[in-house]
């Protein structure tokens, strides 16, 4: 029987197990031309072609960058919660 994160193939049952990635995306995916950062997260584009091959490290330390960045080119940061 399958449940949640689990398929079944040939018969076998394989739970599908995909690691956690930070990230600052909230499915505001605009990138302003003129600042060149998405204006939901702060992100440019070379940082989101390559987050999901980054280290956590690196994706945190540019995630506390942000809000600085987005406020520097004029936008309001996402609240955080």
Same mark, same amino acid.
């Given at each position: *029987?399958?449940?949640g994160g689990d398929c079944l193939a040939r018969g076998r049952d394989f739970r599908l197990i995909a690691p956690m990635i930070s990230s600052p995306c909230? +499915? #505001?995916c605009v990138i302003d031309g003129l600042a060149d950062i998405c204006i939901g997260c702060g992100r440019s584009?070379? !940082? #989101?072609?390559?987050w999901g091959r *980054?280290? !956590?490290d690196e994706r945190? =330390? #540019? *995630?506390?960058?942000?809000?600085e960045r987005m406020r =520097? +080119?004029?936008f309001t940061p996402p609240a955080t919660t």
């Amino acid at each position: *029987m399958s449940n949640g994160g689990d398929c079944l193939a040939r018969g076998r049952d394989f739970r599908l197990i995909a690691p956690m990635i930070s990230s600052p995306c909230n +499915k #505001i995916c605009v990138i302003d031309g003129l600042a060149d950062i998405c204006i939901g997260c702060g992100r440019s584009l070379p !940082e #989101i072609a390559r987050w999901g091959r *980054m280290s !956590e490290d690196e994706r945190l =330390a #540019i *995630m506390a960058t942000l809000p600085e960045r987005m406020r =520097a +080119k004029g936008f309001t940061p996402p609240a955080t919660t």
